[in-house]
């Protein structure tokens, strides 16, 4: 019995140690590297989502997905500046909405390809994030 109170006790030092490291990183990170970890978190719902999909656990796919959802709506669409990013941050906008809306499909369907297609375009506009950080920090 100890030795599950002890066991319990680690799993929640961690877990606070581990939201100390992630609070951290927010803290000192850039604007950039905000964005950056918006794309990771994302992508990281939507893997747990399709894992939960493949387990026949529908309840925790509709959490992890909502958590994709709740980052693409709240984080990456609400970062975008309209008057400054002009049409780059218009087709930006479109984009996450159709993202959206694919994640919303995929919770109501629990369509695989859906959540594919969702962690594809996260990816591929969350890769070109990365690289331009990378020539900004190499300049």
Same mark, same amino acid.
């Given at each position: 019995?100890?030795a599950?109170r002890g066991?319990? *006790?680690?799993a929640?030092g961690?877990?606070?140690?581990a939201? $100390?490291g992630? =609070?951290?990183?927010v803290? *000192?990170?850039t604007?950039?590297q905000?964005i950056v970890?918006l794309?990771d978190g994302?992508?990281t *719902?939507?893997?747990a989502?399709?894992l939960?999909l493949?387990?026949?656990n529908?309840? =925790?796919?509709?959490k992890? &997905?909502s958590k994709?959802l709740? &980052? $693409?709506?709240?984080?990456?669409?609400?970062?975008?500046?309209a008057?400054r990013?002009?049409?780059?941050a =218009?087709?930006l906008?479109?984009?996450?909405?159709?993202?959206?809306?694919?994640l919303?499909?995929?919770?109501l369907?629990?369509? =695989?390809k859906?959540?594919?297609?969702a962690?594809?375009?996260?990816e591929d506009i969350? *890769?070109?994030?990365r690289e331009?950080?990378?020539? $900004?920090?190499?300049v």
């Open positions: 019995m100890s599950m066991a319990a *006790s680690y929640r961690a877990g606070a140690y939201k $100390v992630v =609070e951290s990183g803290m *000192s990170a604007p950039h905000l970890m794309f994302a992508l *719902s939507i893997r989502a399709r939960h493949n387990e026949g529908i309840q =925790e796919k509709g992890a &997905i994709a709740d &980052i $693409v709506n709240n984080g990456l669409l609400a970062a975008l500046d008057e990013g002009g049409e780059v =218009e087709r906008a479109s984009l996450y909405d159709y993202i959206a809306r694919l919303l499909s995929a919770n369907h629990n369509d =695989e859906s959540l594919e297609e962690a594809r375009l996260l969350g *890769s070109a994030w331009i950080g990378t020539q $900004v920090q190499g």
